[in-house]
């Protein structure tokens, strides 16, 4: 905590002045086109990876970046998306899940909690029937892989996406941040497996979302 608020005196000391404008012009309106779906692991920090500005992403975060069954789990997930679909009409919706999750883990490993975590993990179990994809990853990163595809499958079931996909083309992408190398990856459907966004990749990305 302390280092949170020293964080805060840094901020004010050296950046709060060259955010001023920024942050004025974003006082009464949020227009982000992108809805980002991350787990709350400490070590995935979207806004450094894709050095991000406030007003960018509107973010929703939750132990294992799961998205349930439409209609299953009613509360935060279905809401976070709701609102960013109707109401802020994003264009992209990204699940981003991440090497050596503890929530994946978890579920591999059976492992036992109580409570509104166990509850909530049990919503994640089916990723232990989905084929992972390619790639030389352990199997806990491959079933985290596979996790992340599992969630955008039942994103596209969410009424509010499957209209905004056919009416205004919405689209969803699975990422994957591999936090030994900082590195972002991006699933390519194509060679069913999740590959770099690197200086090459990203253009190529860029062309297919004109
Ligand atoms: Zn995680």
Same mark, same amino acid.
């Given at each position: 905590?302390?280092?949170?608020?020293?964080?805060?005196?840094?901020? *004010?000391?050296?950046?709060?002045?060259?955010?001023? @404008?920024?942050?004025?012009?974003?006082? +009464?309106?949020?227009?982000?086109?992108?809805?980002?779906?991350?787990?709350?692991?400490? !070590?995935?920090?979207?806004?450094?990876?894709?050095?991000? @500005?406030?007003?960018?992403?509107?973010?929703? !975060?939750?132990?294992?970046?799961?998205?349930? +069954?439409?209609?299953?789990?009613?509360?935060?997930?279905? $809401?976070?998306?709701?609102?960013?679909?109707?109401?802020?009409?994003?264009?992209?919706?990204?699940?981003?899940?991440?090497?050596?999750?503890?929530?994946? $883990?978890?579920?591999?490993?059976?492992?036992?909690?109580?409570?509104?975590?166990? $509850?909530?993990?049990?919503?994640? $179990? +089916?990723?232990?029937?989905?084929?992972?994809?390619?790639?030389?990853?352990?199997?806990?990163?491959?079933?985290?892989?596979?996790?992340?595809?599992?969630?955008? *499958?039942?994103?596209?079931?969410?009424?509010?996406?499957?209209?905004?996909?056919?009416? *205004?083309?919405?689209?969803?992408?699975?990422?994957?941040?591999?936090?030994?190398?900082?590195?972002?990856?991006?699933?390519? +459907?194509?060679?069913?497996?999740?590959?770099?966004?690197?200086?090459?990749?990203?253009?190529?990305?860029?062309?297919?979302?004109?």
């Amino acid at each position: 905590m302390k280092k949170l608020l020293n964080g805060i005196l840094d901020f *004010r000391k050296t950046k709060r002045a060259e955010y001023a @404008d920024l942050f004025s012009s974003l006082s +009464e309106i949020q227009t982000p086109d992108t809805l980002l779906i991350a787990c709350s692991d400490s !070590r995935v920090v979207p806004n450094l990876f894709a050095s991000t @500005d406030p007003g960018d992403m509107f973010v929703l !975060r939750n132990v294992g970046n799961i998205v349930p +069954e439409y209609g299953t789990f009613r509360g935060s997930v279905g $809401a976070a998306v709701e609102f960013a679909v109707n109401q802020l009409k994003v264009q992209d919706v990204i699940i981003c899940g991440h090497s050596n999750c503890g929530a994946v $883990a978890a579920i591999m490993n059976d492992v036992k909690f109580e409570g509104d975590l166990a $509850a909530w993990l049990g919503i994640g $179990a +089916e990723m232990k029937l989905i084929e992972p994809p390619k790639g030389e990853w352990s199997k806990l990163d491959l079933a985290s892989q596979a996790n992340t595809l599992l969630q955008i *499958r039942r994103l596209a079931n969410y009424p509010a996406v499957k209209d905004a996909i056919k009416n *205004r083309g919405l689209r969803l992408h699975a990422w994957w941040f591999n936090i030994s190398k900082a590195e972002v990856l991006r699933y390519d +459907e194509t060679q069913s497996k999740f590959i770099v966004l690197d200086e090459e990749e990203i253009p190529r990305v860029m062309a297919m979302l004109e």
